[in-house]
């Protein structure tokens, strides 16, 4: 019996060490993805904040162009933060793991580092920087009159969490694919912008008549994106959100995923 509890004792602390391992090495990785993205010229690592921050004051801008919004009582401000920059996330993750492998070759001859490492700092990265660009654009827009800060930000962050797993999840199976065609990689991109109009950034579920919104609500991001619209507005309550559905495509894509990188490991040339 005390035999069998060391043995238990010794597992956990194997395990407990093996996370912690691991940890600092996805931190190393987010740190050094910085400096490769960045670097230290300039403003350096604001560019994390700074950069989805330009894209949705762009985008923000051609809405103020076209008139009057939409979405009556919902800011234009608010309405395009809550769903152009997380957008910009979603895109980021995925486009940018299709060159993850490539660029990432030489860190693979130490085993300590995985795709799987490389790839949950990539995704851990882009979604600090959402976090940093929602709160910078929501103050600036609130000082405009054209926005506010999310009145549920527990939920706006449910919303996002979803989000980033989901497209982690794509990235891990889109990783895997481009590095055995390089036509899946150009592919990617011009998925990612032909995916914006039906991804669910620009849309209200409870505003769409019931035959389109069906065929809205098959993409599982237009339910992250109801997530993080009831976040942003507190008067907005959708009543087309399933957490079951968004989180089983979540679970599968990831199963797909490690299976992929896994297979694809033993064929990655480090020469």
Not at 13 to 22: D, I
Request: charged share 15%; glycine share 6%; hydrophobic share 50%.
């Amino acid at each position: 019996m005390a035999q069998a509890k060391r043995q238990r004792y010794s597992e956990f602390e194997l395990l407990k060490n093996g996370f912690s391992t691991q940890w600092h090495v996805i931190g190393a990785l987010i740190i050094r993805e910085l400096h490769t993205r960045f670097g230290r010229d300039n403003i350096g690592f604001l560019w994390v904040m700074i950069e989805p921050s330009l894209l949705t004051i762009g985008v923000t801008m051609i809405h103020f162009v076209d008139g009057p919004f939409a979405h009556v009582g919902m800011p234009v401000g608010s309405f395009i933060v809550s769903g152009y920059t997380f957008f910009c996330l979603f895109r980021s993750v995925v486009n940018r793991s299709s060159g993850a492998i490539d660029a990432n070759r030489t860190l693979l001859y130490h085993r300590i580092v995985t795709i799987f490492d490389i790839l949950v700092s990539r995704a851990i990265l882009e979604a600090a920087s959402t976090i940093l660009a929602v709160i910078f654009l929501s103050l600036l827009m609130q000082s405009l009159s054209v926005g506010f800060l999310p009145q549920r930000p527990l939920l706006m962050i449910c919303g996002l969490a979803l989000l980033t797993w989901f497209a982690f999840a794509l990235s891990m199976i889109l990783a895997a694919y481009s590095e055995k065609s390089s036509v899946i990689e150009r592919l990617a991109h011009p998925a990612m912008y032909l995916s914006m109009p039906i991804s669910g950034a620009f849309t209200l579920q409870q505003t769409m008549p019931d035959p389109i919104r069906w065929y809205f609500s098959c993409f599982p991001t237009t339910e992250m994106f109801e997530f993080i619209r009831e976040g942003q507005f507190g008067f907005y309550t959708s009543d087309y959100t399933y957490p079951v559905y968004a989180i089983g495509w979540c679970l599968v894509l990831t199963y797909i995923g490690l299976i992929s990188i896994r297979k694809i490991r033993k064929d990655v040339h480090l020469g």
